[in-house]
């Protein structure tokens, strides 16, 4: 069956979600996360889009961005999604696909700002709603740089937040009330397909993966892939959403610590 096309239309945002192949937790290491946002600030410059959210979580990013021309939201993601996934592979010592399927895309007017707060609400409060932390601050987030109106180098404000008040410290206290006061829907109860009784005793024996002879093997333990261009990226975008800066600037290079 062929694909829908996608709805573009001039001065629109796009919520995005891309999820991993298999919903496998691939995100999980930060080597993955910080080359992600390196990764996302090489395709601003190639595209010029402006990013307005972003939650790398452990096997799926959530994106809200505006391209320049409707007809860039493809070319991006492809080329997002393709260069993210040759250097993930290669990180990872495996092959094929990363990404699961098809991105997720839903758009609407830039100029509709109840969904827009309510997208970036949504967006920002995805770790909380996971239970892996209780408040919105999370260092592969950009709830940071609207709370303490901080430059990431990769986001920016969104036009509605701008709106919430004459100034910009009143905007960002109001977009954290906004945020307190979210309370996430519970999830669906599983359910339960045919065969699940059938085959829950039964496990398949994994093939033992051969690499191809010639094939470079980079396995986490012997993986040094300090850039110091992708870690200057991930380091002013972490460093500006994160909820303890201090503390958590001690895990990159002492060399590139610049405050």
């Not at 999980?28 to 996302?40: G, M, N, P």
């Not at 333990?221 to 909820?243: H, R, S, T, Y």
Request: aromatic share 14%.
């Amino acid at each position: 069956m062929p694909r829908h096309p996608r709805t573009l239309i001039p001065s629109y945002c796009y919520h995005i979600t891309t999820r991993c192949n298999n919903r496998d937790f691939r995100l999980v290491r930060e080597e993955c996360r910080d080359v992600l946002l390196y990764a996302i600030h090489k395709c601003q410059v190639k595209y010029g889009f402006k990013l307005y959210a972003l939650c790398i979580m452990s096997n799926h990013v959530h994106y809200l961005l505006e391209p320049a021309q409707p007809q860039d939201l493809p070319k991006i993601m492809h080329w997002l999604n393709w260069y993210t996934a040759m250097c993930f592979n290669r990180m990872l010592n495996r092959s094929g696909h990363f990404w699961e399927k098809r991105y997720h895309s839903t758009g609407f007017p830039n100029t509709d700002k109840r969904r827009a707060l309510n997208t970036l609400r949504y967006i920002h409060a995805n770790p909380k709603a996971a239970k892996m932390q209780q408040g919105f601050f999370y260092d592969y987030s950009n709830y940071g740089s609207y709370e303490r109106l901080t430059n990431d180098g990769i986001s920016q404000w969104h036009p509605a937040f701008l709106a919430l008040g004459a100034t910009i410290e009143i905007c960002a206290r109001a977009y954290r009330r906004f945020c307190q006061r979210y309370k996430p829907k519970p999830k669906p109860p599983k359910r339960i397909y045919w065969g699940t009784n059938l085959l829950a005793k039964l496990r398949l024996k994994r093939k033992v993966h051969k690499p191809s002879p010639g094939q470079t093997r980079l396995p986490w333990d012997d993986w040094d892939g300090v850039d110091p261009e992708i870690q200057a990226v991930a380091m002013k975008f972490v460093l500006a959403n994160c909820l303890n800066p201090e503390v958590v600037k001690t895990r990159y290079e002492p060399d590139f610590i610049q405050l």
